[in-house]
């Protein structure tokens, strides 16, 4: 097998929400702390080294479960890998604030899987 580029391991998982301020206070209480992040379009708590973030989404269909991201120094590095062994791009990688950008994958087997790169 050839040489790839590491990843920091799975630090950060989104999980979709129909209704953001209910899940909002359900994590809250499940984690004992309040959000780190607090916006209309993402809440985050920072729990023991991993980031929890909730994401509404607006069909029923996007509730599809919680999506685990690798965290990765290059992302685009780590898609060409994984799609090269089989992993189909999903959602391409994009910024979503602070210099952080993410992307999503299949893997052969269908499941959704993320990758992560701060700046």
Not at 13 to 32: C, E, I
Not at 79 to 97: I, N
Request: aromatic share 6%.
């Amino acid at each position: 097998m050839d040489a790839t580029t590491p990843t920091e391991g799975i630090r950060t998982v989104v999980h979709p929400v129909s209704d953001l301020a209910a899940a909002k206070a359900m994590y809250a209480a499940l984690l004992g702390m309040e959000p780190t992040t607090d916006s209309p379009y993402y809440v985050g708590f920072e729990a023991a080294g991993q980031q929890i973030g909730l994401a509404p989404v607006s069909k029923p269909e996007e509730l599809t479960g919680p999506v685990s991201y690798w965290h990765v120094a290059d992302i685009d590095a780590k898609l060409a890998e994984v799609t090269a062994a089989g992993g189909s791009v999903k959602d391409a990688p994009k910024h979503v604030g602070n210099g952080r950008r993410v992307a999503t994958f299949t893997d052969p087997s269908g499941n959704v899987l993320g990758l992560l790169q701060d700046a």
